[in-house]
């Protein structure tokens, strides 16, 4: 059985920093790609970013680029999002993912999922 467990949400101020971590088990981690997607209230899921499996290559949302990075440690089947100068419309219920074929993931349709994490950023 997959399991994809994420944590690390919160509420922070506009412009402080959060890193959400999620890790995978039940599956051989370092064939996966991965990423992170969130949704915020009233509005569709959006990819956010996406790391390839051995962590060559990378995808940002351009709403997040320059401000999120995305990392990975296959030796612990565990990944990051590492979100820094919050803004009040990075609030959302933040998901992660991963399959074994990165275009699934960029089509929004991975294999697996994550339970999702509140990021609240007041404005």
């Known amino acids: 059985q997959v399991l994809m467990v994420s944590s690390g949400g919160g509420a922070v101020q506009a412009g402080g920093a959060l890193k959400l971590t999620c890790t995978a088990s039940?599956?051989?981690?370092?064939?996966?790609?991965v990423g992170w997607f969130r949704q915020a209230p009233g509005k569709s899921r959006e990819g956010v970013s996406f790391i390839s499996w051995a962590g060559g290559n990378t995808n940002y949302a351009e709403a997040v680029k320059g401000r999120f990075v995305i990392s990975r440690d296959n030796a612990k089947s565990t990944f990051y999002l590492q979100m820094n100068n919050l803004k009040p419309e990075d609030t959302a219920m933040y998901y992660c993912a991963a399959d074994r074929v990165m275009s699934n993931i960029l089509r929004g349709r991975p294999t697996y999922w994550g339970q999702g994490t509140q990021v609240t950023v007041p404005s």
């Open positions: 039940g599956l051989r981690f370092a064939d996966y790609n």
